[in-house]
């Protein structure tokens, strides 16, 4: 299985400040015949389901505020808020989909601080 | 507007079978791929398989082989049964559609989740 693991578990940001959280998989998630690092991101909100916010690593989902970015290939990426919002509390994790069994970090808690 | 709507037993007694049904509408279930998903109270995201209209089925081997996932094109559904259930199945349960025809891709719809407890 590829093992993912985000860094830190929580963190706390003040309004209108950057946000940035790390995703290290345990093994390459770039795919070469396709090109494409095949990593998600998805915000969670208390009592919703996950919300896809980038995929392909760098690709925003329709309807995502630029504000949300990915960046990063092969084993290590990163989802940056730039400029902290309200609602953007939230749990984030990140998805690898290159292999079966489908694996997600642990997820990280972001505050308002 | 796609809509996946989780439904099914909230409690499920010890070594049991947890059946669940996701109902899509919005679109044909015949055009993705679809994903079960579960998150135990306060917890991370566990992926337990998938099914495609191809017929193409594969789940986690942490679950071994007590998962079975399946179309109903006639009623727009995709469904999961878990077989000898134990407290260790106490989570939500997702249904999730993968964005494209394949796998290989990420989940881009999501149900609301139903909670399912295993308890006698």
């Known amino acids: 299985d590829i093992v993912m693991t985000q860094s830190p578990d929580s963190l706390a940001v003040s309004l209108g400040e950057r946000a940035t959280i790390n995703c290290k998989s345990s093994?390459?998630?770039?795919?070469?015949?396709?090109?494409?690092?095949?990593l998600g991101w998805y915000q969670q909100k208390p009592g919703q389901p996950p919300k896809l916010l980038i995929y392909?690593?760098?690709t925003r989902e329709s309807g995502v505020p630029d504000r949300f970015s990915g960046s990063g290939s092969g084993t290590d990426f990163t989802l940056t808020i730039s400029s902290l919002q309200a609602e953007d509390a939230a749990v984030y994790f990140c998805?690898?989909?290159?292999?079966?069994?489908?694996?997600f970090g642990q997820g990280t808690k972001l505050e308002i601080k | 507007q796609v809509q996946l709507q989780e439904s099914g037993p909230g409690l499920v007694k010890p070594s049991e079978t947890l059946s669940l049904t996701c109902t899509v509408s919005?679109?044909?279930?015949?055009?993705?791929?679809w994903s079960w998903i579960r998150q135990p109270p306060g917890k991370g995201l566990e992926w337990i398989g998938y099914?495609?209209?191809?017929?193409?089925?594969n789940s986690n081997p942490s679950l071994k082989s007590r998962v079975t996932i399946s179309l109903d094109t006639s009623k727009n559904q995709v469904s999961l049964k878990l077989t000898s259930v134990t407290a260790a199945d106490t989570a939500f349960y997702y249904c999730?559609?993968?964005?494209?025809?394949?796998?290989?891709?990420?989940?881009?719809?999501w149900g609301q989740g139903t909670l399912v407890t295993v308890s006698s």
């Open positions: 998805q690898q989909y290159l292999s079966t069994p489908h694996t």
């Open positions: 999730a559609r993968h964005a494209d025809a394949s796998f290989w891709s990420p989940f881009d719809y």
């Open positions: 093994q390459s998630v770039f795919y070469s015949p396709n090109n494409k690092n095949h």
């Open positions: 099914v495609c209209y191809s017929g193409n089925t």
């Open positions: 919005g679109a044909s279930i015949s055009s993705k791929c």
């Open positions: 392909w690593a760098s």
